[in-house]
Structure formats: structure tokens, C-alpha cells
């Protein structure tokens, strides 16, 4: 079968649809996956034990299991109870909380990477727990974060093609489309591929720039 580029400009459009679905689900997943991530290594440093210790399983729990089959329970055994999402919302939040529960380890590390003394000083200094946060802990502790949650962006946007599987017209459920619509699949599979690498590098050289311009701190 021979590249057809006529069919390349014909399909593009909705190809272009199904991009921004792409970006806006991994913006979003980001978004939702950075503040459960916050509020579980919060909860693990909690020194409510029962806090701690359910916290810690839940988020083991999402840890170990694939996320094909949270997007399944989200989508399609929670309208069973009531719970109807829509597809776009429910890919969201499987994304988000997926991801949540390994920035949660990010969170973790960076937050026990602050020296002692840090702590201490805040302390003699007579600051209260939210001021000590916002002005001495978190300030040291997101820089060190920046690389990791950097590469855990752009596994969660190469993950979004699973949104398909609960009808979320991203760009791979788009590119499936097309080509089970016209039965030619070279063009719409490999501008699905094109359109990933693409985005990925552009998001590695912005996320780098980021990580050399806030990454490194002065102790």
C-alpha cells in the first residue's frame, strides 16, 4: 500500500481533534495527579497511624494494579452504584490518580531530602507548621522533584491511547477510526506515532529548561 498524501490532509483535521483531547487529558491528569499526589505523602507523614497506614495501602493498592483496569472500574462498574462520569472526566481521574500515587513517592523524597537543620531552624525562629511549609520546606523540596515528575508527564501522555478503551475520542481512538472507516491504516497509525514523538520531544525540551532554570537551588 502506497503513502497517500491527499488522504494525509483529509484525515489531519480530525486527527487535530483528537491531539487536543491528548493534551488536554494529560494537562488535566497533571493537574489532579500533582494534588493527590501532595495529599497522600502528606497523609503517609501523618502521625495518625490509621491515617498513615490506610493512605499507604490505598495508594499501594492503585500502585499495583494497571491502569486499563482502574479505567474500566471508574467507566464501567461505578455507573453500577450510581456513579455515571463522563468519558472524558472518568479518563481523567484515572490518570490522575494513577499517576497520584507515584508523585507521591516523588513528594516523599523530596520532602525527606530538606536537611534536619531546616526543620530545627523553623522551629527556633518560632514559625508555625504553615508558615515552616510554605516558606522553608516546600521552597527546598520541589526543585530536587522537578526530573522526576518531569518524566512521570510524559509517561501519563503516552499512556492516554488506553483512554480509548472507555470511548475517549483521543487521538488514537481517532487515528482507529479513520482507518476502520477507510481501511488504510499506514497513514493514521504512523501520524498517530508522528504526533507523540513529536509532542514528547518538544515537552522534554521545554520540561529540561524548566528543570536547569528552578532544579537546582543553593543550600
Not at 490505598?58 to 468519558?87: H, K, M, N, S
Not at 513528594?107 to 531546616?118: F, H, K, L, T
Not at 514523538?197 to 528543570?211: D, H, M, P, Y
Request: with cysteine; aromatic share 12%; net charge positive.
Amino acid at each position: 500500500m502506497e503513502w497517500d498524501w491527499n488522504f494525509v490532509w483529509e484525515i489531519m483535521p480530525t486527527l487535530i481533534q483528537g491531539v487536543k483531547i491528548t493534551i488536554l487529558a494529560t494537562l488535566l491528569g497533571s493537574v489532579l495527579a500533582a494534588i493527590v499526589g501532595l495529599g497522600i505523602a502528606l497523609a503517609r507523614r501523618s502521625p495518625n497511624r490509621a491515617l498513615s497506614r490506610t493512605v499507604g495501602f490505598l495508594a499501594e493498592f492503585i500502585r499495583g494494579t494497571p491502569l486499563l483496569v482502574q479505567l474500566y472500574f471508574i467507566f464501567y462498574v461505578l455507573p453500577d452504584i450510581g456513579i455515571l462520569l463522563p468519558p472524558l472526566v472518568a479518563g481523567v481521574i484515572g490518570l490522575g490518580l494513577h499517576y497520584g500515587t507515584y508523585t507521591a513517592e516523588v513528594y516523599r523524597a523530596g520532602i525527606d531530602n530538606v536537611p534536619r537543620g531546616q526543620w530545627e531552624a523553623a522551629k527556633a525562629c518560632n514559625l508555625n507548621a504553615r508558615q515552616t511549609w510554605t516558606h522553608i520546606i516546600i521552597p527546598q523540596a520541589i526543585p530536587p522533584m522537578i526530573p522526576a515528575l518531569a518524566n512521570y508527564f510524559i509517561a501519563m501522555f503516552k499512556e492516554t491511547p488506553l483512554l480509548s478503551a472507555i470511548t475517549v475520542l483521543e487521538l488514537m481512538n481517532q487515528a482507529k477510526s479513520v482507518a476502520n472507516t477507510y481501511y488504510r491504516y499506514i497513514e493514521p497509525i504512523t501520524l498517530v506515532g508522528a504526533f507523540f514523538l513529536a509532542i514528547s520531544l518538544c515537552s522534554v525540551v521545554l520540561l529540561r529548561w524548566l528543570e536547569r532554570r528552578y532544579g537546582k537551588i543553593e543550600r
